[in-house]
Structures are given as structure tokens and as C-alpha cells.
């Protein structure tokens, strides 16, 4: 089993991912009421000073970094911060949150994927049981998503997926990108130039949407979605992933990111109402098998 302190940050990127599953639901709220730069904006507005002055009460200071490496936490930022927000609220003007759900569920495989070639990683015979069976389960879910739609939907549905996609694919970069950087930066600076940068990057984007007209009226579900955003999987969404990231490998992220799609369909079926097939209760049940056999390690030596 895991040791004590990898455990630790497996539930703290665990919970982390299921934060990250409740976007699903708010970002479908907030795409019917706000534009996508402009909710990003806001998203960060918000939790930014939240992030400063935990830094200035803990007395952390934000370490020297190289020019590479602060080019890479810029990349970090508009990849996952800022291109995951605005490419899931886009998505989900095409297509349903249970969709979504399962677009997000190829995650793991995609982390776990890059964690080999990026990293170097040798993963177990276990870990790649791990993998194919979460690789499964998104089939499974994807399956059972595409089945029974109707033609006049198929330009908009796969329209929604592409961009969901191109979403988990800036999230699985944001996620692994932290691997990269070698100057040990403390889990709240880390977190507070992400949300700094991603205002930044989000900033002229959405003074864009404004000023253009396009967009007359905000609601405030929408408004509310967005300070939910900031407030959780943001702020405390960072936190936990980060503080988690830096007592496992990246293998082991990229298996914690399998509690993002159950949590998604779960909250979709909750929230939103969506129906849950069969084939989506299957591919779920995958996921958790992957997740179960991936936190086995060496068997009894490391008890």
C-alpha cells in the first residue's frame, strides 16, 4: 500500500479532482449568463487576493527562478488556468455536462501517457493495469454518450467534445508542467502566481467581450458560479494539488485525476438533472477499479 505521506497527498489531489468534477456543473451555469474571458477574469479577480494574503499572513516568499522556469509557470498558467476555464464554458454551450463528464475522464490516461514520455517514468506492471482500466471505463462512458444522437446534433456535439478535449489536454499540461520546475516553490506561491498570471492572461480577452457589446446582460447564477469557482476549486482546488503533487509521483497524480470524471457525472446527474446509462455507471466502476489497483504498489514490503 502507499506509505503514510504518499497516501496524504493522493486524498489531497483526490479531493483536489473532485473540485475540479463540480466545473462541469458550474461552468454549464456560468457559459448561459457570462462570457468565457470575462468569467475567467473574474474567476481569478477573485481568488487572487484570497491567494496574497495567505502568503503575506504566512510569511512565505516567492523563491528566485530562472527565466525558464518562469516561462514555464506562464505556460502553466494559460494552458490550465486560463485555456481549461475558457475552453469548458465553450464546450458546454455545444454539448450536455454528462458529456462533459466523460470528455474529462481521459485525463488520467492522457497525465498518465505524458508522465511516461515527458518524465521517464517506468511504470508497474500494476500502474498500466491501472491505466488500461481507466482507459476502459472513458470508453465505456464515451460509448454510452455517443449512442442514440440524433443526426441534427452531431455537428454541435462533436464541436462541444473537440473543445473539451483541447481543454483536458491544457489541464493535463497544467497539471504535469509543476514536474518540470526544480527550484522547490512552497504550495501557496505556486498557487498565487498561478492565479495571478491566469488574471493576467484573461484580463484583455475579456475587456475584448466587454467593450464589444456582444454580451448585455450577466446573470446572477452566473455570478454566483464564478465566485463558487474562485472560491473552491481555485483556491482550495490549488492548494490541495499542489501540496499533494509535491509527496507523489506524477504517475500517482495522473491516477488521483480519475476522481474527476466520477465526481462530474455524479454532480451532473445531481445538479443538472442528466440521466446516467448503464455504460456511464460502468465506465465509473472502471475508473474506481483503476484507481484501487494503482494505489498498490509493491505489495507487502512497503505496509
Not at 506562464?74 to 494552458?79: F, G, K, M, R
Request: glycine letters at 8%.
Amino acid at each position: 500500500m502507499l506509505k503514510n505521506t504518499q497516501l496524504t497527498g493522493f486524498l489531497m489531489m483526490a479531493t483536489a479532482m473532485v473540485l475540479v468534477g463540480s466545473t462541469v456543473v458550474v461552468s454549464k451555469v456560468i457559459g448561459e449568463g457570462m462570457p468565457p474571458f470575462t468569467a475567467t477574469a473574474l474567476r481569478f479577480a477573485i481568488a487572487s487576493p484570497f491567494f496574497v494574503g495567505l502568503l503575506w499572513f504566512s510569511r512565505q516568499q516567492i523563491p528566485y527562478l530562472s527565466i525558464r522556469e518562469w516561462v514555464l509557470l506562464i505556460i502553466q498558467a494559460a494552458s490550465g488556468s486560463v485555456a481549461y476555464t475558457v475552453l469548458l464554458i465553450l464546450g458546454l454551450s455545444f454539448t450536455s455536462g454528462a458529456n462533459a463528464g466523460v470528455i474529462v475522464g481521459t485525463l488520467p490516461v492522457i497525465m498518465s501517457l505524458l508522465a511516461i514520455m515527458a518524465f521517464g517514468e517506468r511504470p508497474t506492471r500494476r500502474l498500466m493495469i491501472a491505466i488500461f482500466a481507466a482507459g476502459l471505463g472513458v470508453f465505456l462512458i464515451t460509448l454510452g454518450t455517443v449512442t442514440g444522437r440524433n443526426s441534427t446534433d452531431t455537428i454541435r456535439h462533436f464541436i462541444g467534445i473537440g473543445l473539451i478535449f483541447l481543454a483536458v489536454l491544457g489541464e493535463a499540461l497544467f497539471l504535469l508542467l509543476n514536474k518540470k520546475i526544480t527550484t522547490p516553490i512552497p504550495a501557496l506561491a505556486l498557487s498565487t502566481l498561478m492565479s495571478c498570471f491566469g488574471f493576467l492572461l484573461a484580463i484583455g480577452p475579456a475587456y475584448l467581450e466587454f467593450s464589444s457589446g456582444a454580451y448585455s446582460h450577466i446573470s446572477n447564477d452566473a455570478l454566483i458560479g464564478v465566485i463558487y469557482y474562485a472560491i473552491f476549486p481555485t483556491t482550495v482546488g490549488f492548494l490541495l494539488w499542489y501540496n499533494g503533487s509535491a509527496r507523489t509521483s506524477a504517475s500517482e497524480a495522473a491516477l488521483a485525476t480519475a476522481f474527476m470524471p466520477v465526481s462530474a457525472l455524479i454532480f451532473v446527474a445531481f445538479f443538472l438533472r442528466e440521466p446516467i446509462t448503464l455504460q456511464q455507471t460502468m465506465g465509473c466502476l472502471c475508473v474506481i477499479v483503476a484507481i484501487l489497483t494503482g494505489m498498490r504498489r509493491k505489495g507487502q514490503k512497503e505496509l
